[in-house]
């Protein structure tokens, strides 16, 4: 049996949500054991592309409509959690995001407007701005978008800090999963048993963790391919979206993604459509037509209005922090500021009733006892 800590907790998951929640956690005192089987690439979280995209996401994605201050303060979120290094914080940039149409798609002015209308910051720029704004952008001379709303993480980098820092908290990591839990106890794929006052779900799409939280059921699997474009392509500037897909500027070379395809979680890379996603690609930067690449696979877990579940489960003992969808990285820090004050029974603030696995309680089958 491993030791108890007065106010223990168990994290299920070491993605993007269970680092930010163990960090969050143990700087409030509680003591905190991290358990995960994978491999630190082995998640969505690390082949995400980091998009910090509060005005972006709630214009492209259907099920983000509307939740542009909430996706903000997620982004702020990240200012609290991350240390400052020579006056900015580790891993993360401020560069905003470049909407170049295509002649079909939303022509920048109407782009504007929306903008505008959800009281987002948005400036027009001609081709020859938005080119000098990302040198070897191909804007086919149409007037683009730009915003500094949107931010970006290097995902590797902040993951690596992010354990860096839980362990320096004393966070304990196990690799291992959980396969059981009731209040006082946790179990552990290897065998062992572990004492825990609390468990977090933060396990993505959890599969084999239905037993433990009936909240889970309501999840299901999105399949994202994402290329990485090792040292080539835009290292820096505004991440460009466009209506065939984005490149997001990495200091280890652009990444272009990515596929949202419903229902699918097999791990399995489609040459088809890394054709298109590069194709996408070089179509805004023509050098990537004959770049190498690496094809990369995630699976986003998704809840049926797109939020993610955020608050304690109808089990005794354990609280959700999952189903983030296409913004993991984006709401980590605020579900781990959510997950905090509910366990300290302190205020939860404005965003934590839209998270709260309880609204699909009709659909969820009934606690055993
Ligand atoms: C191609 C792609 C691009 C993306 N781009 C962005 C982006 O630009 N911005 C953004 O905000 N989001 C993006 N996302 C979404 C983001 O990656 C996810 O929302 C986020 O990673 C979810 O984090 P998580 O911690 O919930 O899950 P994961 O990262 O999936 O981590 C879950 C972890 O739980 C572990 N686990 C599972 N079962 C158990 C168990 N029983 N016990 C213990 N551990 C367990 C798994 O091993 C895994 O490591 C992207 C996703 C994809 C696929």
Redesign the pocket.
Known sequence: MITASPKSIVI???????LACAVVLARAGYGVVL????DRG????????????PAFESVLDPASKGLFTLLRAGREAWLDLLPQEDGSPTGLSQPGALWVPTPSGLRAEVMAETFAAMGAQSEILTPIAAHAMSPGLDPKGEDCLFTKEDWCLDVTVVTEWLYREALGLGVEVIPA???AFSPGRASLSDGRHLAADHLVI????????APLAPELACLSPIK???LFFEGAGPMQGPAIRSPAGYV?ARASGAMV??TMEFGLEDLTPDAVVGERLRAAGANLFPTLARAMVQH??????ATPDGLPLVGPSLFSGVTL??G?????????PLIAKIVTAQLSNAPVGPWAAQMDPRRFERAAPPPPH
């Open positions: 299920a998951g070491g993605g993007a949500i269970g358990a995960d089987p994978a082995g998640n969505a979280s690390a082949v995400a592309a980091g998009m910090l995209a999963s959980i396969t933060a396990a993505g799409l959890g599969r084999g963790m994202g391919q994402i997001v993604g990515a990369r696979v995630g699976i986003r877990a922090a999952c983030a969808r296409r913004n993991g990285w984006l709401l980590a």
